[in-house]
């Protein structure tokens, strides 16, 4: 069983940064892959970005691709996403997911999720 834990999430204006974490524990999480993911009021859950578990693979949605970086360290089993030019339609909750298989933007291949953290981008 793998506990996810995310943080990190708050109300900021359109234009700044924000650096999501997501803590991991139980089973160590090192070598499962990981993702992000986002729900905003009244929509389905979106694909953010996924990695590898060694971190050479990462895949981002179009609509976050060159203002998101995902990352992770495996020694301190922490998931981040560094958030740029966050703009109005960022806002969300952003859920951690990790998975057994190779990183995928299917959330069906997703095992564990955390309970999300709230970024809000007025404008």
């Known amino acids: 069983q793998v506990a996810l834990v995310e943080s990190g999430g708050r109300s900021v204006e359109a234009g700044d940064s924000l650096r999501l974490s997501c803590a991991s524990s139980g089973r160590t999480a090192a070598r499962y892959a990981m993702a992000w993911f986002r729900q905003a009021p009244g929509k389905e859950r979106e694909f953010v970005s996924a990695?590898?578990?060694?971190?050479?693979?990462?895949a981002y949605a179009d609509s976050v691709k060159g203002r998101f970086t995902i990352s992770r360290d495996n020694a301190q089993k922490l998931l981040y996403l560094q958030m740029d030019s966050l703009k109005p339609e960022d806002t969300a909750v952003y859920y951690c997911?990790?998975?057994?298989?190779?990183?995928?933007?299917?959330?069906?291949?997703?095992?564990?999720w955390g309970q999300g953290t709230q970024v809000t981008v007025s404008s």
């Open positions: 997911a990790a998975s057994l298989g190779v990183p995928s933007s299917h959330r069906e291949r997703y095992t564990w």
């Open positions: 990695i590898s578990w060694g971190a050479r693979d990462t």
